[in-house]
């Protein structure tokens, strides 16, 4: 993980260097890989615009595993193969912009995904080829799906699980070995030392909170922090509970 964040943290800084043929300078949030390509790639401030507005409908081009593990907030996953594969591409409106992402510059997903879509008869295609890990590197939220925290629950026994709601309902009962982060105490500037670990800050990092509003807050707040591998879950607390117990 300290790798992949190392990288992407390089390329992106590499990136936002050099710029496009001809720029002297370019901000690292306005780069892109800046490969050739029919589809055209865009940069994580027009990536931050699309979710934010909803121009664009965004597509996840990983597997189903991966996705679940960690995806853009308001993404959709593409996957199977052969005949489940052009049923799901059937399914998509082909007058609607679509943006593709993967696990990266060096990550062909995508590539293959939009190649697969201009053949279908797609024309507003698009790629954020800079992918997820970039994306997390550079401050941006991504969302953990229910199978997901079902998956590392107990086999990630270095993970991190943040409980945002109030500690009144955290007394009451949380996730197993969960932490206290009052999103009102957080915001308010009560909470005077956060609750996350000091000595690594790639470790992994789920937010959770009565619904995925209220995870998404500290998610948010936490983009500016030196904390990476963040993941909000944006189910409500009994969801989580009842696939996990108290």
Partial sequence: MIRNIACALSAAFMLAV??????DSIHILDATLGEKSPTPDISTTQMRHILADGSGVVLDSRPRAEFNAGHLPGAQVVEGAGEQRTTAIGRLNKSAPLVL????????????????????GFKNVKRYQLGIPVWRALGGPTVIELAGIKRIFDADRTA???????????????????????????TSGKLKKLPLP?????????????DGTQARKPADLLSKRPWH?????????ESLTAALGK
């Fill in 101 to 120: 992402y993967c696990n990266g510059p060096y990550c062909k997903a995508s590539r293959r995904l939009a190649g697969e879509l201009i053949a279908s």
């Fill in 198 to 210: 000091l000595d690594d800050f790639n470790r992994r990092i789920v937010l959770f909170g009565r």
């Fill in 160 to 186: 991190v699980y943040i409980d945002a709601r109030p500690a009144a309902e955290f007394v009451k009962g949380s996730l197993r070995g969960a932490r206290s982060l009052p999103i009102d105490d957080l």
């Fill in 18 to 23: 050099a710029g496009p043929a001809g720029a």
């Fill in 229 to 237: 591998n963040v993941a909000y879950y944006p189910g409500s607390f």
